[in-house]
């Protein structure tokens, strides 16, 4: 691996290309200090491991059998636990902590289960306001863990009590949100529109993200960010057309000028910095990444590259993650590019990165908490 890397910068590479195994000591520590909680949200395929802090604000969602069993086994790096927990294997160590998850975590309210509504990862809360997706990319795990014909609206109501009960978790406090979930159906399109401006409105005091595919009347840029929206995610995933068409046929109908010309004009009407796309690592050729990357910086927007992980629900669940040197490689020619065109990868938000190819540095190299830091067990 390349000598500029701290130890933990190289564990991330390595943990998200091989998994953690969890040594027996760390099971016992795990049992004493987070009691009966599970381990993971494992509610998306790019979440589904454990979040961990390694050294130098190193975050890494790592990949492990219980949740990843179609591609972690044997596994070479370990977690273990001696006064404080550590990862360590082919010769890299490095201190960790573990995240707990939030107390509302597998707890159920009026609507059922809270996670239905919204998951918190590091200190975001994940808010879905559909069940299903309109589209089907054999990737997500969405459509073949809701199929389309149980698609429908979850209840307004429910949703602004979970954003408020992620935000007022006594544990794990989200400290900002964003809208994702699955891609809306044409008639629905208003009602999602009108979800996102109540949002907005409901929580003026907290930053607001919205991720989703550009849709005809979805967005009302003004209106959005005159609300106050902070951020929004337009996610390529493959730059590869013939790809895209293999693995995302409703994304490849779009075409890829839709979502460059939207990120342009999000990136006009928001600023620099507060439009961004993920690009996904290790489905295509990296030259085909790296033309992706090129295309967004030009616009003005936030790359962010999130390594393929094969979910066991979807069609590609025997596929492989791409190599740690894979990752690396992307990695730093990825950077290349944005320092080029004056932008940083993204996401800035060091907890966020944990399943990302970055470090949440900024484009002069530095790292900053915006927030405060989420809580953390088990520190040296």
């Known amino acids: ?39 993971s949200p494992h509610d998306y395929a790019s979440t589904s491991g454990v979040i961990l802090e390694l050294d130098d ?22 977690l273990l636990y001696d006064n404080g927990f550590r990862v360590e294997g082919q010769g890299l160590v490095s201190r960790a902590t573990f995240w707990p998850q939030p107390a509302y975590h597998s707890t159920t309210g009026p609507w059922g289960p809270w996670n239905n509504f919204v998951v918190t990862h590091g200190d975001r809360g994940r808010l879905s306001p559909l069940r299903s997706c309109a589209m089907t990319c054999t990737f997500c795990n969405i459509p073949y863990d809701d199929a389309i014909d149980v698609y429908s609206l979850k209840p307004v109501d429910a949703l602004l009590a979970a954003a408020h009960l992620a935000i007022d978790d006594p544990i794990q406090p989200a400290r900002h949100l964003l809208i994702s979930g699955g891609t809306p159906k044409p008639k629905d399109i208003g009602w999602m529109r009108e979800f996102y401006e109540r949002m907005l409105t409901e929580f003026p ?11 005809p009347g979805l967005f009302d840029l003004p209106r959005l960010a005159a609300l106050g929206l902070h951020e929004l995610s337009i996610n390529i995933e493959l730059f590869n057309r013939d790809l895209t068409r293999e693995f995302a046929r409703q994304k490849y109908n779009q075409g890829l000028a839709l979502y460059l010309d939207f990120i342009e004009a999000a990136t006009t009407e928001l600023g620099v910095g507060r439009a961004r796309s993920m690009l996904m690592v290790g489905l295509e050729p990296v030259e085909d990444t790296l033309a992706g990357v090129r295309a967004i910086a030009e616009r003005g927007g936030t790359p962010v590259l999130s390594p393929f992980r094969p979910d066991p ?15 690396i490689d992307t990695y730093l020619r990825a950077r290349d590019i944005t320092e080029e065109h004056g932008v940083a990868l993204g996401p800035d938000c060091p907890p966020c990165s944990h399943n990302t190819l970055n470090f949440a540095t900024d484009s002069a190299g530095a790292l900053h908490y915006q927030r405060d830091r989420p809580r953390m067990l088990g520190a040296c």
């Open 1 to 39: 691996m390349d000598g500029d890397f701290t130890p933990a910068q190289q564990l991330k590479f390595a943990l998200l290309d091989e998994g953690l195994a969890l040594h027996g000591s760390a099971w016992t520590a795990l049992r004493e200090l987070n009691g009966t909680r599970s381990l």
């Open 57 to 78: 604000d190193v975050w890494v969602n790592a990949p492990i059998e219980a949740f990843n069993p179609n591609f972690v086994t044997q596994s070479p790096y370990q």
């Open 205 to 215: 005091n907290i930053e607001l993200d919205i991720m989703m595919v550009p849709l």
């Open 313 to 327: 629900a979807t069609p590609l669940r025997q596929l492989k993650p791409p190599s740690a040197e894979t990752m």
